[in-house]
């Protein structure tokens, strides 16, 4: 399995975990919160869909770049959460690692397809 496909199979994983944080947000009345983080959570997995379908190389960094940056927007509302107080230590760590690995996951297919672009 290429990187490509790890990032798709990670990055869906990973919006079913923020679905779910989204559904624990609403249960207490944290609406714009949960909005927020379903937005840029759903969005890297969604932007690297869109990549797969890239009309050129430059296409392609460009929709990575945009789930690189949803994924860096997703870690500060996961912050946020935690520290004040929707989210356990526990439950913030886990969904944390993961998109953390997605940024690295990410930031090392942009930057390979760039060399390869030159």
């Known amino acids: 399995m290429n990187n490509d496909n790890i990032a ?3 990055s869906y994983k990973f919006a079913i975990k923020i679905v779910n944080l989204s559904k624990l947000l609403d249960e207490k009345h944290a609406y714009a919160l ?3 983080v379903i937005k840029s959570g759903t969005s890297i997995g969604a932007n690297i869909a869109e990549a ?3 009309q ?3 296409d392609f960094i460009s929709k990575l770049s945009i789930a ?3 994924a860096s ?3 500060f509302w996961l912050n946020l959460l935690k520290d004040t107080g929707y989210l356990t230590e526990e439950y913030f760590t ?3 690692k993961d998109c953390n690995e997605l940024i690295r996951l990410l930031t090392a ?3 390979t397809s760039k060399q390869n672009n030159n």
């Open 8 to 10: 798709i199979e990670k």
């Open 34 to 36: 949960s909005n927020q």
């Open 52 to 54: 797969q379908q890239a």
């Open 56 to 58: 050129s190389k430059k």
């Open 68 to 70: 690189l940056k949803e």
């Open 73 to 75: 927007e997703t870690v």
């Open 94 to 96: 886990n969904l944390n």
């Open 109 to 111: 297919i942009i930057k």
